[in-house]
């Protein structure tokens, strides 16, 4: 069994940065490919980054390329997203999750374990 635990999330003026973190516990971190997902209030969950268990090219939705980056350290057994340029339309809960699978994916389904998520909000 997995655990993931997100930290990092909070309020943040437009413009700003924050630094999201996702440590895991419970398997072999650096076997799994990883992934930032986020869901604001009424929405449906997104895609947001994923970086694969060899910190192969990553995949960025297309929203955040530029302003978002996505890394891990596989000592630590954790992933992060740093956000930079942030905007209010970044408002969501964001989540981590893992596939076991040796893939990258932006597909909410192909992952296999969920963070509790951590709480991101830009005011303007």
């Known amino acids: 069994q997995v655990q993931l635990v997100e930290s990092g999330g909070g309020l943040v003026q437009a413009g700003g940065f924050l630094r999201l973190s996702c440590a895991a516990s419970?398997?072999?971190?650096?076997?799994?490919?990883m992934g930032w997902f986020r869901q604001a209030p009424g929405n449906e969950g997104e895609f947001v980054a994923a970086i694969s268990w060899a910190c192969g090219n990553p995949l960025y939705a297309d929203s955040v390329k530029g302003r978002f980056t996505i890394s891990r350290d596989n000592a630590k057994n954790t992933v992060y997203l740093q956000m930079n340029s942030v905007k209010p339309e970044d408002t969501a809960v964001y989540y981590c999750a893992a596939d076991l699978r040796h893939v990258i994916s932006d597909v909410a389904p192909s992952y296999d374990y969920w963070g509790q998520g951590t709480q991101v909000t830009v005011s303007s």
């Open positions: 419970g398997g072999t971190f650096s076997s799994y490919s």
